[in-house]
């Protein structure tokens, strides 16, 4: 299903939080889209897009895409952005690297990630 949304982008929707019929709702001031169900789902800022929903145990599954086609940048998220109190650490595992990338508290901002690219995450809150 893709979502035309009036003055916001074209998005491929998919039901990440297992509801069909979502619906999604588009800030030009901000450029920022949010599943109106859930608010967590979907984020897009420009060319880069945080795409986000709930694991067991409290994790969360993050991914994060670079749609542009001229550089490549870094991708930041709020932990507010995915349900995770802004105080909280939590640790962010680079799950297709298998590898550890660290404890943050409040938001995490990636490596740059090239034109096209994705990189998808775990982020598991610390007890």
């Given at each position: ?22 619906r999604?709702v588009?800030?030009?001031t ?8 859930s ?9 880069l ?36 109190p ?5 640790t ?29 995450l ?6």
């Open positions: 299903m893709t979502a035309n949304l009036r003055d916001g982008p074209n998005v491929d929707v998919r039901t990440c939080n297992g509801q069909d019929y979502q999604w588009w800030n030009s901000d450029k920022i889209m949010r599943n109106q169900h608010g967590l789902c979907l984020t897009v800022q420009q060319e897009e945080v795409w986000a929903g709930p694991l067991s145990n409290n994790s969360h599954a993050v991914v994060l895409l670079n749609r542009g086609s001229i550089g490549s940048e870094p991708i930041s998220f709020k932990w507010t952005d995915i349900g995770i802004r105080d909280r650490a939590a962010v595992r680079d799950l297709w690297a298998r590898k550890d990338l660290g404890t943050f508290t409040g938001s995490f901002r990636s490596q740059n990630i090239d034109p096209h690219s994705v990189m998808m775990k982020v598991t809150p610390k007890e």
